[in-house]
């Protein structure tokens, strides 16, 4: 079945800086890659998700890649704010599937 | 979160007791999932349903079942409770498969002492 690894698993940044998250999967079916951010005592929510046709998308000051070759998809935030402060978790799925296979999330700071 | 709902919120519980988590939408969403939360293994699939009636195992289905009779509520039973089954419990629902995101509950804590 599908694998997600996620690096790193805590990230500290100065705010205004950028801070880059990477995720690889294993199963080269997999086709659609959401982003979800957990604030404290909440449940995660969509952020933006890219899906295997597309080599990049962006919103504001996030974005994500995918390298289908390498198998792998990063999250980019630029210009950091300490709100941007939480745990984001990346996933993998397959068209044929009902189930998104989750990362183990990585925990972000930004100082003030 | 808007149209989902976990109850409850927190629980404290015995080994060995049964305890049912509760998962209820009003988005009329086909697919409902149980996943649970834990520090440094990220989300972890338990089960999932697809339609009333018919579910399916995740990858850490031991120790839990589950059943939904309406569309609007998916239950999560912890059979026998065991002290590796404390953590955080969320539900997500998402609709025609053509629509990926999920949206998730705010989460059921659960503590087995």
């Known amino acids: 079945g599908e694998n997600v690894e996620q690096h790193p698993s805590t990230l500290s940044v100065q705010e205004g800086d950028s801070a880059v998250i990477k995720c690889t999967y294993s199963?080269?079916?997999?086709?659609?890659f959401p982003w979800y951010k957990q604030e404290l005592g909440k449940g995660p929510q969509l952020i933006i998700d890219?899906?295997?046709?597309?080599g990049e998308k962006k919103d504001q000051r996030i974005a994500v890649t995918l390298n289908k070759t390498a198998k792998h998809f990063s999250l980019h935030i630029t210009e950091t704010q300490p709100e941007d402060s939480a745990v984001y978790f990346c996933?993998?799925?397959?068209?044929?599937?009902?189930?998104?296979?989750f990362g183990s999330g990585t925990r972000l700071l930004v100082r003030p | 979160d808007a149209g989902i709902t976990q109850s409850p919120r927190h629980k404290v519980t015995e080994t060995g007791t049964p305890v049912t988590l509760r998962c209820h939408q009003t988005?009329?969403?086909?697919?409902m999932y149980w996943y649970r939360q834990d520090p440094g293994h990220g989300l972890r699939l338990i089960h999932y349903?697809?339609?009333?009636?018919?579910?399916d195992k995740g990858e850490v289905s031991d120790g839990y079942s589950v059943s939904r009779s309406k569309t609007e509520d998916f239950l999560l039973t912890l059979e026998s409770a065991t002290s590796s089954q404390t953590s955080v419990y969320f539900c997500?629902?998402?609709?025609?498969?053509?629509?990926?995101?999920?949206?998730f509950g705010s989460g059921t804590r659960l503590t087995v002492v």
């Open positions: 199963d080269s079916a997999s086709n659609y």
């Open positions: 349903s697809y339609g009333v009636k018919d579910t």
């Open positions: 997500a629902i998402t609709g025609d498969r053509a629509t990926y995101g999920y949206t």
């Open positions: 890219i899906r295997s046709n597309v």
């Open positions: 996933a993998a799925r397959m068209d044929s599937s009902y189930k998104l296979i």
């Open positions: 988005e009329n969403h086909r697919y």
